[in-house]
């Protein structure tokens, strides 16, 4: 009987070998998949911040493995952001000031990433971690907000002056900046071809423009009336308040909050497809 249970078990362990064997010689070489979640803008309109105002995200990725615990991923993304005055009902200065936005964002990142627990796809015990991702990118975005059911682009506008010979500090700001990704993930093997996971990704950014609101009023930096004596496009959207009631926008008034950049979150689930190459065991192995 003790001969025969000793045979079991080293039957039962020389088993759990080979299968050890047969994973190490599965070789991760990186994925690629899609994701898909939510949105949202951080800035001059959110600035407490809440995720109140959650938009879509969509992107595509490509992950090269280095090992079982760090990876380099390059990834584009498509998200749509936007925010309003009006949602800010706790603040009396922000309600009557009556801004809004919306623009698309497409982004392109390189990010590292790097795996808490060892992370082998088709292993029994080794297919689900955290990690933390961190990177670089750079993103176009072109804000727009609706007046009388019309749309209109702002940066083009200059609603702060930009591009006056008023306020030759104020330059005209670009349709592409730099973002910097930090956040977290975790990522669960459903089997040895695929995986499903989570994460939630903050991008600081090098702008304070995404909303087109950073500096002061600047009501003399352009013509005020059309010939017909209607208000000018402009003029009209560089200060909204009158909208809603009197108008505040008076030269030099805090109009955003210029030593703060705005910012962007995503939050997204995804789906990948492994790439895999199989390495053969040494030389007397099992």
């Not at 990186?30 to 109140?52: C, M």
């Not at 706790?90 to 623009?103: A, G, I, K, Y």
């Not at 940066?155 to 900046?177: D, F, I, N, V, W």
Request: with cysteine.
């Amino acid at each position: 009987m003790k001969q025969l249970l000793s045979l079991t078990v080293i039957s039962l362990l020389l088993g759990c070998l080979r299968v050890n064997a047969q994973e190490e010689a599965i070789v991760q070489e990186g994925e690629y998949g899609i994701s898909a979640g939510a949105s949202h803008y951080f800035g001059d309109l959110n600035p407490n911040p809440r995720f109140n105002r959650p938009n879509m995200a969509l992107g595509a990725f490509f992950r090269k493995q280095f090992g079982n615990y760090v990876a380099l991923r390059i990834a584009g993304h498509y998200a749509f952001l936007g925010y309003s005055d009006r949602y800010n009902t706790n603040n009396e200065f922000m309600l009557r000031r009556n801004l809004s936005f919306n623009t698309n964002i497409w982004e392109l990142t390189l990010q590292g990433d790097f795996n808490f627990y060892k992370f082998v796809p088709g292993s029994l015990y080794d297919r689900f971690t955290p990690y933390i991702t961190f990177g670089a990118g750079v993103f176009n975005y072109d804000p727009y907000a609706y007046y009388r059911g019309q749309k209109v682009y702002l940066r083009q506008l200059g609603t702060e002056g930009q591009g006056s010979s008023l306020y030759p500090g104020r330059k005209p700001y670009g349709s592409m900046a730099m973002c910097f990704p930090l956040g977290v993930g975790v990522k669960y093997n459903l089997n040895r071809n695929m995986n499903l996971g989570f994460e939630v990704v903050y991008r600081f950014t090098t702008t304070d423009y995404i909303d087109d609101v950073s500096t002061n009023y600047a009501p003399d930096a352009q013509t005020h009336l059309l010939p017909d004596g209607s208000p000018t496009l402009w003029y009209a959207l560089q200060d909204r308040s009158s909208e809603v009631g009197a108008p505040i926008g008076i030269k030099g008034r805090q109009r955003g909050y210029s030593n703060q950049r705005d910012g962007y979150l995503f939050a997204e689930v995804m789906l990948s497809f492994n790439l895999s190459s199989y390495k053969c065991p040494a030389p007397g192995g099992l």
